[in-house]
């Protein structure tokens, strides 16, 4: 029997072409999603898209790195690693979000979050994963929430320490002592606020992992499109850190 973070290992393993027991790990019934492969239903499928997968990441000579899970109730886990690939001579960094469902330890569902934007230089719509399902906020979380829904940067940057920080899906870093969380919420807001839906969410007391479908940025409506959010407490109850797994484009 492999724990999740085991089973997130195997995934890495197998990225990296090193090989691994992964596709042992799929019920029969699984859904397993990635942004280069799409949706894949059932066993036979799953290990289809996998295979193409690996092959994609090989292709970029990729080097993987283990982060941080953080596991829930009734078999849902979140984590976290990144992907180094090889772009025209360059070890370019991947920010990497898996979340996983759990079943009798197998995985009835698995979907990889990243952006495609360090490879093809431009945004790749993903449609929503979800529907109705719909996650209940910690206290925090939905403050945070309601700030980007209406656009407030002011709010927004007074839920994190002052040293805290927000890393774009590409690996871009806002905020630290030097750059207050401010300046980039005002930013992202100058054109209006960020309209998301939480389906599925993970809290362990000091880091929270939610998937959600952004569907309104800037007062203007978009395709609605998935991706997945990581929040760090501090022991203030403040955030440390926020980072974020999808491939939005700002609308202009």
């Known amino acids: 029997m492999e724990t999740p973070a085991n089973i997130f290992s195997l995934f890495l393993e197998s990225l990296g072409g090193r090989g691994s027991r992964f596709s042992e790990q799929f019920a029969d019934s699984i859904v397993f999603d990635t942004p280069i492969t ?24 990729a080097r993987l790195e283990y982060g941080r899970m953080i596991s829930g109730d009734a078999g849902y886990t979140a984590g976290e690693g990144k992907a180094f690939l090889q772009l025209d001579g360059w070890d370019v960094g991947l920010p990497l979000a898996v979340a996983m469902d759990l079943s009798q330890q197998k995985l009835t569902g698995f979907r990889l979050y990243h952006t495609l934007w360090p490879v093809k230089h431009a945004h790749t719509l993903r449609g929503p994963l979800f529907e109705a399902e719909r996650a209940t906020l910690p206290k925090d979380v939905a403050a945070y929430h309601l ?5 407030e940067a002011a709010s927004a940057a007074q839920l994190f320490e002052s040293d805290g920080t927000v890393r774009e899906p590409s690996g871009g870093l806002s905020g630290g002592p030097e750059s207050p969380l401010s300046r980039f919420f005002e930013w992202a807001f100058q054109a209006g606020g960020v309209s998301l839906h939480y389906h599925r969410l993970v809290d362990s007391g000091t880091h929270v992992a939610a998937e959600y479908t952004c569907y309104r940025w800037a007062n203007k409506e978009i395709p609605p499109q998935a991706g997945m959010e990581f929040w760090d407490r501090s022991e203030s109850g403040l955030f ?5 797994y999808d491939d939005v484009e700002q609308p202009s």
């Open 147 to 151: 700030a980007l829904e209406n656009g």
């Open 38 to 61: 799409g949706k894949a239903k059932g066993r036979e499928q799953a290990e289809d898209a996998l295979d193409r997968l690996v092959q994609w990441f090989r292709g970029h000579n």
């Open 240 to 244: 440390r850190a926020v980072r974020i």
